[in-house]
């Protein structure tokens, strides 16, 4: 009985939801993403890139992979809690026409949810990213490799509208 009762309680009110979102950041990026919820946790992923395009270089892209934890605060339009921790891993490839770079990134903030309605949000987060490590690869006939394992901190912000699809 009382597994019954604890399996309720505990699986009963679970909810599972899906957002869209676009996004935006210091340096002029902007990201697409999509984000599976199961009741205060999210996990996500997206696509971006940065708008300024450097004479003589492909547009820089932006691929992440991120977690959200909903801890704190209490919403009127939804049961996700407004208040979250937002940690992620970031890989930001760029070319010009004779250097392509990988660069691995962590990123992680702290952040608040603000419901326009039940469907519609903007997110607002602020922290600190990370550079794991970084390849260059020389392109031409006889490529170079240079490997580089950092851990530079930079600030790290961001602002996103999202739209929950159900």
Same mark, same amino acid.
């Given at each position: ?103 691995? /990134?962590?990123?992680?903030? &702290?952040? +608040?949810?603000?419901?326009? =309605? %039940?469907? !519609? *949000?903007?997110? /607002?987060?602020?922290?600190? &990213?990370? +550079?794991?490590?970084?390849? =260059? %690869?020389? !392109? *031409? ?26």
């Amino acid at each position: 009985m009382f597994l019954i009762s604890f399996s309720n309680l505990s699986f009963g009110q679970d909810q599972k939801r899906l957002n869209v979102s676009i996004g935006i950041g210091p340096n002029e990026s902007s990201d697409i993403g999509i984000r599976f919820q199961k009741n205060q946790m999210q996990y996500g992923i997206g696509f971006g890139t940065i708008f300024a395009q450097r004479r003589g270089t492909n547009r820089p892209e932006i691929f992440t992979g991120e977690f959200f934890y909903h801890f704190a605060g209490k919403a009127e339009l939804s049961t996700r809690r407004p208040w979250y921790l937002r940690s992620g891993l970031v890989l930001y490839k760029d070319e010009t026409s004779s250097l392509r770079t990988l660069t691995w /990134l962590f990123n992680s903030r &702290i952040g +608040r949810e603000f419901n326009i =309605s %039940k469907r !519609i *949000g903007i997110s /607002l987060d602020a922290g600190i &990213i990370t +550079r794991i490590k970084s390849r =260059s %690869k020389e !392109i *031409g006939p006889n490529p170079q490799y240079n490997d580089e394992i950092v851990f530079p901190i930079f600030p790290s912000a961001g602002l996103n509208l999202w739209y929950r699809i159900f």
